[in-house]
């Protein structure tokens, strides 16, 4: 048993306790993968990730960090290299918001604006630059990062959110030169996702303008985290000559409006 454990492939998914990147780590739990599961302050939510992955079979490591912070990124590294020894795919999806009034620009906080671009976008730069030696070591490495609809066109989302969403679209493009031909970079831009995320953001209007965007979508509805872990998955996997893309997952809304 032990040595059909060490086979398994090895993952780091960061914010990996809810939303996308728990999906993500039972989606390549189920596929065969160890995980280790990042979170800043969902400890509770983690643990019950973990264990849903340990009951698919998978390895799990639990790891406290916030990732705009660059040491404790590298102690993080350093603690999935003494139990891992390599990586094979990394999922940056750690992110936060700021919280606005819609066209309003004098409610934004400029504090809460440093910290979108802390997490969004240095934060997915250093856990890439530290798990780089670690991928390299690991069998076709790949990431995937998560970007968002609105950092491809506009969107009712906090300006600091969407700004940060396209520095991660542009960010995915240069680690992808940058680190080709032996890590293949590739990105998700999820649309209007059902679920705590669009709660918070819409408030009370989330059924109706939820429903009114799922109506407007091809597919007839709003996408989930599991449609974006099971593109993720196919990207970490699949696509060999694929990197420096951003796939858009929203049920082809975009391509008809």
Sequence with gaps: MEMQMNERRKALVTGGATGIGRSAVLALARAGYDVAINYASSAKAASEVASEAAALGARTMLLQCDVADDAAVREMMRAVGDRFGHLDALVNNAGT????????????????????????V????????????????????????????????????????????????NLTKTLAWNLGPDIRVNAVAPG?????????????????????????????RCVTADDVAETMLNLLQSNRFVTGEIVVIDGGYTSST
Excluded at 101 to 113: A, Q, T
Excluded at 194 to 209: F, I, N, S, T, V
């Design 97 to 120: 918001t700021a919280a606005w009034k819609v066209r309003d620009l004098d409610s934004l906080d400029m504090g809460e604006w440093d910290r979108t671009f802390a997490v969004n």
């Design 122 to 169: 240095r934060g997915l730069f250093q856990v890439t630059r530290a798990a780089v030696p670690l991928l390299r070591k690991g069998t076709d490495p790949a990431i995937v990062n998560t970007a968002s609809i609105v950092g491809l066109r506009p969107g009712p989302q906090p300006l600091p959110y969407a700004a940060s969403k396209a520095a991660v679209v």
């Design 192 to 220: 209007w996702m059902e679920g705590d995320w669009m709660q918070r953001m819409l408030g009370d209007r989330y059924d109706d303008l939820m429903g009114k965007r799922a109506r407007a979508t091809p597919l007839c």
